[in-house]
């Protein structure tokens, strides 16, 4: 799977919209784009994924670059509650190994 | 509901003692996962599973053992040669590994944190 690269914190006004980037730049065809978040001492919980076209569900949307090497996951209007770490990971067909890198800690200020 | 059971939530064990987690999972998923994090750091894939009664190494494996005896369970034991393993342990499971990209999304449980003491 490839490696992807986040920036280690980010801050953010309550209300306002969260965007975290994520690098891929390895990312192969076959890769899709997966977006977790981790709120202190739980499970990850997942967010959204996507291939090459932008996704949107009730949580988030993520918007995939062209050339597929980067990719930024958008929390619209951001909640006290949205405070966590988030990870972004590739993952292909039948890969059974997935690798989480150390994540973009978003702190949602009032 | 459909989810991830792991227990113990806390567990002390003396130094050089085996100790096993458990992880059952009532989503009907194929593949299953361990991973270990430790304070302030991102998962480490310890061992995952594609299917009964079969298992590989993730990139932490040593000091650990699994079986995959019943699709449902994947318990992990962590044995007296993993020279570090206070840390918070955390299970998952996804449907399969399939061409269906929603068969990759992985479900985690609530996590087991471990203290040597």
């Known amino acids: 799977d490839a490696k992807t690269t986040q920036p280690t914190s980010m801050d953010c006004a309550e209300g306002r919209a969260a965007n975290l980037p994520c690098n891929h730049s390895t990312i192969s065809g076959n890769e899709y784009v997966y977006w977790y978040r981790q709120i202190h001492s739980q499970g990850p919980q997942y967010i959204i994924h996507?291939?090459?076209n932008n996704e949107t569900n009730e949580m988030a949307s993520l918007i995939i670059t062209e050339d597929r090497k980067s990719s930024t996951l958008i929390l619209p209007h951001a909640t006290l509650r949205d405070t966590a770490v988030y990870y972004c990971i590739v993952r292909g067909f039948n890969a059974g190994k997935s690798t989480f890198g150390d994540g973009t800690t978003l702190t949602v200020k009032p | 509901d459909g989810g991830i059971t792991q227990s113990p939530k806390y567990l002390f064990r003396k130094e050089g003692q085996n100790v096993t987690l458990s992880c059952e999972q009532n989503l009907n998923h194929d593949a299953m996962y361990w991973y270990r994090q430790d304070p302030g750091q991102g998962l480490r894939l310890i061992y995952y599973?594609?299917?009964?009664?079969?298992?590989q190494k993730g990139d932490i494996a040593e000091g650990y053992s699994v079986s995959r005896e019943k699709k449902e369970s994947f318990p992990l034991t962590v044995t007296s040669a993993q020279k570090n393993p206070t840390a918070f342990y955390l299970c998952a499971s996804s449907p399969g590994t399939g061409f269906d990209s929603g068969a990759n999304v992985l479900t985690f449980g609530a996590g087991s944190r471990l203290t040597v003491l």
């Open positions: 599973s594609q299917i009964v009664n079969d298992f």
């Open positions: 996507g291939l090459k």
